[in-house]
């Protein structure tokens, strides 16, 4: 049988493959420590998996493994029993930590190493690879049941009605999403059987979706945050329906990030939106006691594949897959392939210079023992200068054996540093949930204790904008500038200047209410009062309502990320009527 997998012979000719532009395919480097038999990573078992879809390669650790890493950007090496995945888009050699280094430091972790390198090769993979063709038996139809799940989702164990089993291939499923999210246990599937590899098609099971009967305007609804950045993240709703979600609708704070808000490969609830027709997201104003629309499931019969909780974290925060039960089966082929899938360790930290340090030293030392136990072989009838050298040889041995004590401490803080890292990540995925939680939540508590004061919002909006004018309004200016009797507030104003939970942005837009309907903001230059067109091109007419009233614009800051704005209706009598506080890019009246 040919072997799926490369073993590495020049590690810096590794190390320009990767690096260079043109691969079609991840590559996966699995390192191997030729003293740590124990905790080796099984290259067989990821060949045997994804073999087909990407580049693997065996390197042994030691002086082509040293090339390899003084080849690549700093950080990006393997090293040991350990594990790394390389897109073929070549952005992991600006940020390394895309792509996690896998460590092994027993059996049960080079278990889970394997099956997080076999995940982490099905994420890179768009386009389902079609099968070989070849003089097979026509596929049956068969009905069988899931018993369980392996290698990080990407198998599923089916029992057919024979007894018999076969496994469903998470590569050859549209959409590849991790199984575990598609299907759950127990649950009855049908599909064509290929009995040659025993392997399962439910491509027939496929649903699609159709948004407009799945949600309507003002659901709450579940997301996958796929993409993160600091201005805007991608949310998918199902896959091949995504949008792009700006700062403005993940923060009313425009100080906030977006990703010190939401962690790649979480699971949000968001709040479906359409505008002017078009299907728009927010995070904004979104309850935790308010009733979220199930996700749709992607398989007929199956489970809604996004559950709220159950994030599918991006490899370069937290590395999580999650649990979705065992399999260790024999009888069907291929079968004792399958391993129990388990929480996958937390992405490794960069191994420290003190480790690297003493595994260079430990190879010395090695060579030195070797060098020794050849001269005494040589020298077997020199007399006194055997014992000589099997005394330098004995201290050597002393010397070797401190060394390797003092590489199984750092190892040991290594592993005790994993676990730290990957509590830290998780506390972080829950910080960034509260964060979003309290900011819905101090908008409500605000409101409520003003309310408890007013017998409506009215009553302390006309509060505020008199204690406004009271305090911006010099002594010797009050005559002249007075607040006009009748001046009014639309609907709208009062719901959109509390909104703002950022300090000093409702006192800066009261100022600015009390200089409009003062008539200073028409003097002063700094409030940019102009017109409010149907759109932002200058050419277009002026916004008029059906009473004659004409809509204008008001700056309220300057210089700053999502400026607000005061819109404001001037009537045919001259009088005016507050309409809405909103951010720069908001143009509605």
Same mark, same amino acid.
């Not at 191994?351 to 003493?358: E, G, I, N, Q, R």
């Given at each position: ?61 030691? $002086? #082509?493994? /040293?090339?390899? @890493? *003084?080849?690549?950007? %700093?950080? &990006?090496?393997?090293? +040991? ?130 948004? $407009? #009967?799945? /949600?309507?305007? @003002? *659901?709450?609804?579940? %997301?996958? &945050?796929?993409?993160? +950045? ?136 090695? @060579? ?222």
């Amino acid at each position: 049988m040919e072997q799926a997998y490369a073993v590495v012979t020049s590690g810096k000719e590794l190390a320009l493959r990767l690096t260079a532009a043109g691969r079609t395919k991840p590559a996966a480097v699995i390192s191997w420590h030729p003293e740590q038999r124990g905790n080796r990573i099984d290259v067989e078992h990821i060949a045997r998996e994804v073999g087909e879809l990407a580049e693997v390669y065996w390197l042994e650790n030691g $002086a #082509e493994s /040293y090339a390899f @890493g *003084d080849s690549l950007p %700093a950080g &990006a090496h393997v090293f +040991g029993n350990a594990a790394r995945v390389y897109s073929e888009d070549l952005r992991w050699m600006t940020d390394v930590h895309r792509r996690p280094l896998r460590m092994a430091r027993d059996r049960q972790t080079a278990a889970r190493a394997a099956d997080d390198i076999i995940e982490d090769v099905l994420r890179l993979i768009t386009v389902v690879p079609p099968k070989p063709a070849t003089a097979r038996a026509r596929p049956r139809r068969v009905q069988g049941t899931v018993k369980a799940f392996a290698s990080a989702g990407s198998r599923a164990l089916i029992e057919l009605g024979d007894g018999s089993c076969c496994t469903i291939q998470r590569e050859h499923v549209v959409p590849p999403v991790r199984l575990d999210w598609m299907l759950d246990l127990g649950q009855s599937v049908e599909g064509d059987l290929n009995d040659e590899d025993r392997t399962l098609d439910i491509n027939g099971l496929k649903t699609a979706p159709r948004l $407009a #009967e799945l /949600y309507r305007p @003002g *659901d709450l609804v579940l %997301a996958l &945050a796929e993409q993160v +950045g600091s201005r805007n993240t991608r949310l998918t709703l199902y896959p091949g329906s995504s949008w792009t979600v700006e700062q403005a609708r993940v923060s009313s704070n425009p100080l906030d990030t977006v990703d010190s808000l939401v962690t790649e490969g979480e699971v949000v609830v968001a709040r479906f939106l359409r505008e002017h027709g078009a299907v728009a997201l927010s995070l904004l104003d979104v309850d935790d006691d308010a009733d979220v629309v199930e996700a749709p499931a992607l398989l007929a019969g199956g489970t809604p594949w996004l559950r709220s909780g159950r994030n599918l974290a991006e490899q370069s925060t937290s590395g999580r897959t999650f649990p979705a039960g065992s399999a260790n089966v024999t009888g069907a082929p291929g079968a004792a392939d399958l391993e129990s899938s388990a929480v996958a360790a937390g992405p490794a930290p960069k191994p420290s210079a003190a480790l690297m340090s003493t595994q260079l030293q430990l190879e010395v030392e090695r @060579g030195k023992v070797a060098a020794l136990q050849e001269l005494v072989a040589a020298a077997s009838r020199a007399g006194a200068g055997i014992v000589s050298l099997q005394r330098q040889q004995d201290a050597l041995r002393l010397e070797l054996a401190a060394e390797q004590l003092i590489a199984e401490s750092a190892r040991a803080a290594l592993a005790d540093a994993e676990v730290r890292l990957s509590r830290r990540q998780e506390e972080l995925l829950g910080l960034k949930a509260y964060k979003r939680r309290t900011q819905a939540s101090l908008k409500r508590a605000l409101a409520a204790d003003s309310d408890g004061l007013f017998a409506s919002s009215g009553e302390r909006l006309r509060h505020d904008v008199y204690l406004a004018w009271a305090k911006n309004v010099p002594a010797s200016e009050k005559a002249r500038q007075a607040l006009p009797p009748g001046w009014t507030a639309g609907p709208e104003f009062a719901a959109s200047l509390y909104s703002f939970t950022e300090p000093g942005v409702v006192a800066k837009a009261l100022k600015a209410a009390v200089e409009v309907l003062t008539g200073a903001a028409e003097r002063n230059a700094a409030r940019e009062v102009h017109p409010l067109r149907a759109n932002p091109g200058g050419d277009t007419a002026q916004v008029v309502r059906g009473d004659g009233a004409k809509c204008f614009r008001a700056a309220i800051e300057q210089n700053v990320a999502s400026a607000r704005r005061l819109h404001f209706w001037r009537l045919p009598d001259g009088t005016m009527e507050l309409s809405r506080v909103v951010v720069h890019d908001d143009f509605k009246p």
